[in-house]
């Protein structure tokens, strides 16, 4: 099951961008209902997961992943329009990789200097990561949510930070972590983009090609450690 689920996942992520049409804002090239489609299947699967062995970490993965699905839906304009939009994403966003930080703690909470040292390493990267794109890039003067941006890049980056900590013993954990810096990266595109007016053909893709990928990582990464 999931197999087909990760290949379901592919399909509509990779197949939507290989042979989708360039949408009129030359935006992107997977439509949206591939983009939430790719996204709801990534969720299914964290679930499926979940229900196969009933551990705490795979049931805060499917909390993360289900509040991040909220959020796509969210960003894509499919529950609220304007402004609002980009709240409820953000919110949703944040509020799924506090799900993602819950369980990876629960997992091993016993903080050495080393996982210290590789959480205050991702902050001080996310720091300067949200002044070069997203602040340094605004358009006159920064808005509110460019100042939100900044507590919600480091959220995301406590993931990474935590995940690398983990990985410093068990090294299936660095593919986790390469996950959520995929997830961070697409978010200060999107920042940029939402923000700063940043455009270019196929931006929305870039984000989605970042982004999809660090949830399946998220998502499959211990699945994978037991199967292979």
Known sequence: MMIVLWL???AMLFGGFAFGKLNHEETHRIPTPLRMGSSAA???AAWVYFFTDQEALRFWLAVGMSLGFLGDLFMAGLIVKGEMRVLGGM???GVGHIGYIIGLLGYSS???GERWLALGIWWLLAVVLWYAVVYRGAKGKPSTLHYVALPYALLLASTTGIATGLALN???F???ALGTLLFLLSDLLLGAELFNGLHFKGVGD?????YGPGQMLIVFTLYAAEVF
Do not use: D, R, Y
């Open 8 to 10: 379901a996942w592919a």
């Open 42 to 44: 990534l969720m299914i």
């Open 91 to 93: 919110g949703s966003f």
């Open 110 to 112: 016993h903080f050495t």
């Open 170 to 172: 068990e090294g299936i």
């Open 174 to 176: 660095a593919v986790m």
């Open 206 to 210: 870039v984000v989605w090609l970042l």
